[in-house]
Nanobody, 119 residues
Framework: QVQLVESGGGLVQAGGSRRLSCAAS????????MEWYRQAPGKQRELVAT???????NYADSVKGRFTISRDDPKNTVYLQMNSLKPDDTAVYYC?????????????WGRGTQVTVSS
């Protein structure tokens, strides 16, 4: 079994910054892609950023130039640096990891961390 634990959420003023972390632990041989999603009240969960095992990154158009995803493989941790935050960024942020253990490969999710941006 694999656990993902997010941290770093909280209340921040518009224009401010916040750094989220997500640490994976448990039965892990390797981690492929790690991603950040978010879900605002009344909206569907959306993909925010991806960090592939090959090192490439992708971002939702709404966060390009403001958010940066990074990864520390020895720590099985992914980060999301969020700058120039807007009220529209208010959401629960979830991380996911595509994990391989022996011959099994599964997607795991964290429980989420709330980010609230005040205007």
């Amino acid at each position: 079994q694999v656990q993902l634990v997010e941290s770093g959420g909280g209340l921040v003023q518009a224009g401010g910054s916040r750094r989220l972390s997500c640490a994976a632990s448990g039965s892990i041989s390797s981690i492929n892609a790690m991603e950040w999603y978010r879900q605002a009240p009344g909206k569907q969960r959306e993909l925010v950023a991806t960090f592939s095992s090959g090192g490439s990154t992708n971002y939702a158009d709404s966060v390009k130039g403001r958010f940066t995803i990074s990864r520390d493989d020895p720590k099985n941790t992914v980060y999301l640096q969020m700058n120039s935050l807007k009220p529209d960024d208010t959401a629960v942020y979830y991380c996911s990891a595509d994990v391989t253990y022996r011959w099994n490969r599964n997607i795991y999710w964290g429980r989420g961390t709330q980010v609230t941006v005040s205007s």
